[in-house]
């Protein structure tokens, strides 16, 4: 299993381009996120989803789009990049609970994109 | 709503020393805890969780974390660091069974561990 990726792994915007970042997994996870992070202020959720077709906002979602049309991929979307959201993004992924199985939490995380808005 | 507090934004140690990163979070429910590890310019990767049972955790790396319920923390301890375990250490704290929330972290700030020779 390649796990959780994510592309690109570097990008540079200007103010007010619009760009995806993507995110793939290959774990049949149905639950995924997209964190990011910045200095001093930890992980910070975005949006999420449950299952494809479904998704909801996080703590951070203001300038942000994501969908979810398959279990595998779930892009996040720039629509007018700003300055401010010159960070590292993280995505990651984590299962449903199974008969029998305690829930737990344990998300895995990819790679990270580190994208740069001048 | 949950919360995460890293009491130590940086820890310098010498190389062998023992450490102790602290972590304490809030919440209305029982919840599920992690530390994870970011090694520069890389990912995250889960260094040990809590999810019930001893509250004594072992993980990899020579690890260990300790729930303390009473005072709502999570520490995470090594007897002897080493140079190699310089890195950024977040902990985090998710909702227990029957919460809402599932899958969704909180995360700490984060506590840059340096290993001095």
């Known amino acids: 299993n390649a796990g959780v990726t994510q592309t690109p792994k570097f990008q540079v915007l200007k103010t007010g381009q619009s760009m995806t970042l993507q995110c793939a997994q290959d774990?049949?996870?149905?639950?995924m996120s997209w964190y990011r992070q910045d200095p001093g202020m930890g992980l910070r959720l975005i949006h999420y989803?449950?299952?494809?077709?479904?998704?909801d906002q996080g703590e951070v979602p203001n300038g942000y789009n994501v969908s979810r049309s398959t279990t595998e991929d779930f892009p996040l979307r720039l629509l007018s990049a700003a300055p401010s959201q010159t960070s590292v993004y993280f995505c990651?992924?984590?299962?449903?609970?199974?008969?029998?199985?305690?829930?737990?939490?344990?998300?895995?995380f990819g790679p990270g994109t580190r994208l740069t808005v001048l | 709503a949950q919360s995460v507090t890293q009491l130590d934004s940086q820890v310098p140690v010498f190389e062998e020393a023992p450490v102790e990163l602290r972590c304490n979070y809030s919440s209305s429910v029982s919840v599920y805890l992690f530390w994870y590890v970011q090694y520069p310019n890389q990912g995250l990767q889960l260094l040990l969780k809590?999810?019930?049972?001893?509250?004594l955790v072992k993980g990899i790396n020579g690890f260990e974390a300790e729930f303390n319920k009473s005072q709502t923390s999570f520490h995470l301890r090594k007897p002897s660091v080493h140079i190699s375990d310089t890195a950024e250490y977040f902990c985090a704290v998710s909702e227990g069974a029957g919460g809402t929330s599932y899958g969704k972290l909180t995360f700490g700030q984060g506590t840059i561990l340096t290993v001095h020779p």
């Open positions: 809590y999810l019930s049972g001893s509250t």
């Open positions: 989803s449950v299952g494809a077709g479904i998704t």
């Open positions: 774990m049949n996870h149905e639950y």
């Open positions: 990651a992924s984590s299962g449903t609970p199974q008969r029998g199985r305690k829930w737990y939490n344990e998300q895995f």
